[in-house]
């Protein structure tokens, strides 16, 4: 089965990764994993890091002539930053004369980070539990996702709100990704085209204002987005054991994003006010006897199992904790009532963090592939697919 664990701090020197259970024979590059690394970065409200790091991976291991081995792959992607953190960041030097940090930021790992592992340093917290990590979680979730494209797979995302701003419509460009899985392509060009990846342009317009006065005011914005895979087999995951239950291993592994408060399955919460002859989704007969669904309520999920119609996941970000402003906090120091203190940080990285949606549901899918149709080598695991289909 697929798994993969990252290595690294924030202003240190690199972000590494170690992806393992990926089959053999996929072909795999750089710049296709760069591809996705570059859609990480976009979106307005973006803070200064971003011009800074390039964000390109090096293969290191476990891929060969541009295909992979079926071994563990290891990869790393260098921190342009690091030159200007070389001494705060040292791995051997002692450490004296770097001051340290004693004051949480509310909203933080800090406070809860520093008591449970005993750091008197804040600084130790703030460079794991910062949301760079995310970028090495990308390339990784990339190559799986090419092995999930592979088997037809596709997966978009879009931004829903920002803020009070909401997209008011269900975009066509939406419609048509429900109804045809090779939408969803277009769909997801249709939301990178957006400085907030939002399909609804007056929504737009609002977010991007609000973010502006947000950033005037030293504050900060959050908001949900869509992610939505098609393409899925009926029958992945499983409703006789919980904890292989597909809906609720999609929904962890977008709350183990940076900042992610709360994910659902459709519109779970609003569909949780209506009567069930409102929500459930009817299965008819169209004229060819094909059984089909004029709803997709469920989000494609019935019983913790794909049931055939697009998976959609909604996931809402939390505004960033670290304010141009700060809150008030306490020195754990001296242990008196203090103002926090500010790192550089982004405004609104909700357009970002869609994107890393994208990424963290691809392992999960890919490993519910892996467990119903088995397979070594991508042509095995094809073959099987191939087989149930028919």
């Known amino acids: 089965m697929i798994r993969y664990t990252t290595a690294g701090e924030s202003h240190g020197q690199m972000l590494v990764g170690i992806l393992e259970g990926v089959p053999a024979g996929l072909d795999i590059s750089a710049s296709y994993i760069n591809n996705q690394l570059r859609r990480r970065k976009l979106g307005y409200g973006r803070g200064g890091r971003m011009k800074i790091e390039t964000d390109e991976v090096t293969l290191v291991s476990g891929v060969r002539f541009g295909r992979t081995l079926g071994s563990p792959i290891a990869l790393m992607i260098q921190n342009n930053d690091w030159k200007n953190w070389t001494e705060v960041m040292s791995v051997e030097s002692s450490g004296i004369g770097i001051p340290k940090i004693t004051l949480p930021r509310p909203g933080h790992a800090d406070y809860a980070g520093s008591l449970k592992y005993g750091f008197d340093d804040i600084r130790n917290v703030i460079d794991r539990a910062s949301a760079r990590e995310t970028a090495m979680r990308v390339a990784c979730c990339t190559i799986v996702r090419k092995v999930l494209e592979e088997c037809g797979v596709l997966i978009a995302s879009h931004v829903l709100s920002i803020g009070r701003a909401e997209c008011k419509i269900r975009n066509e460009a939406v419609l048509r990704a429900l109804r045809s899985p090779e939408s969803l392509s277009a769909l997801s060009a249709r939301a990178d085209s957006s400085e907030v990846r939002m399909l609804d342009p007056i929504a737009e317009k609002k977010a991007i204002g609000l ?95 794909t049931n055939g119609q697009p998976i959609i996941l909604h996931a809402a970000m939390k505004p960033i904790s670290t304010l141009a402003h700060p809150l008030r906090s306490v020195d754990l120091k001296n242990r008196t009532n203090v103002r926090s203190r500010y790192e550089r940080s982004d405004v609104c990285a909700l357009p970002a963090c869609a994107v890393i949606g994208e990424a963290v549901i691809a392992p999960v899918l890919a490993n519910a592939f892996l467990e119903k149709f088995g397979g070594d080598s991508m042509k095995e695991l094809q073959k099987s697919l191939k087989k149930w289909a028919h």
Do not use: C, M, W
């Open 211 to 305: 973010i502006k006065a947000a950033k005037k005011q030293g504050d900060t914005l959050g908001g949900v987005f869509e992610v939505i895979a098609s393409g899925l087999p009926i029958g992945l995951g499983s409703y006789v054991h919980f904890d292989r239950r597909l809906d609720a291993q999609l929904v962890q592994a977008l709350v183990s994003i940076q900042a992610v408060k709360g994910a659902e399955v459709g519109a779970a919460f609003e569909l949780a006010k209506l009567p069930g002859s409102q929500v459930h989704d009817e299965l008819l007969l169209d004229r060819k006897g094909n059984i089909v669904r004029p709803t997709n309520h469920a989000g494609g999920l019935e019983g913790g199992v």
